[in-house]
């Protein structure tokens, strides 16, 4: 089955600073590759996703890039602000068989002000 | 608004009882799943459901059942809590091919 890395597990950066996640994937049948956010005691949601015909999406301060060769896939996150700062998980997911996400052990991002 | 409900925020259980968490969504999802989300694990799939009756098993299915009797509702057993599986529980539905909606979580603790 799919099998997702992801790193690093906790990342600290100063207010307006960039951040960079990197995950890596390893079912070739992959196709979405969506980022989820969990603030602290609430629900993971939907922050970003990437389908396999696409190499780079982007959203206000918010990048995915996806390297479907290399089969790793990164979250970019510019002008950090001090509640960005929550557990991001990626995950991964082809469309055929199997319908469920697996995910990433997650990284803690901390927003320094 | 898709809604998600867990029925339980917290849930304190003996060894070797039998626990039912239920999951509810409101929006037709075909699909529904139960991951367990455990500090440095991520969220590990459990179960999943992709119609009504119909389950396949996840990563971690040990110990666990499912049952999806309706389109909206799923869910997890635990047939003999045992203290390892002790963590938070998080259902998620979605449609045929859009993003997946994650309840608010169950803290399930087995003493």
């Known amino acids: 089955g799919e099998n997702v890395e992801q790193h690093p597990s906790t990342l600290s950066v100063q207010e307006g600073d960039s951040a960079v996640i990197k995950c890596t994937y390893s079912?070739?049948?992959?196709?979405?590759f969506p980022w989820y956010k969990q603030e602290l005691g609430k629900r993971p949601q939907l922050i970003i996703d990437?389908?396999?015909?696409?190499g780079e999406k982007k959203d206000q301060r918010i990048a995915v890039t996806l390297n479907k060769t290399a089969k790793h896939f990164s979250l970019h996150i510019t002008e950090t602000q001090p509640e960005d700062s929550a557990v991001y998980f990626c995950?991964?997911?082809?469309?055929?068989?199997?319908?469920?996400?697996?995910f990433g052990s997650g990284t803690r991002l901390q927003v320094q002000p | 608004d898709v809604k998600v409900t867990q029925s339980s925020r917290y849930l304190v259980k003996r060894t070797g009882e039998k626990v039912f968490l239920e999951c509810v969504q409101d929006?037709?999802?075909?699909?529904m799943f139960w991951y367990r989300q455990d500090p440095g694990l991520g969220l590990r799939l459990i179960y999943f459901s992709y119609d009504v009756k119909m389950k396949e098993k996840g990563d971690i299915p040990e110990g666990y059942s499912v049952s999806r009797e309706k389109k909206e509702r799923f869910s997890l057993i635990l047939e003999s809590a045992s203290t390892n599986q002790t963590s938070m529980y998080l259902c998620a539905s979605r449609p045929r091919r859009a993003e997946a909606f994650f309840g608010q979580g169950t803290r399930l603790t087995v003493v």
């Open positions: 929006m037709d999802h075909e699909n």
């Open positions: 990437i389908r396999s015909n696409v």
């Open positions: 079912d070739s049948a992959s196709n979405y």
């Open positions: 995950a991964a997911r082809g469309d055929t068989g199997r319908r469920a996400l697996t």
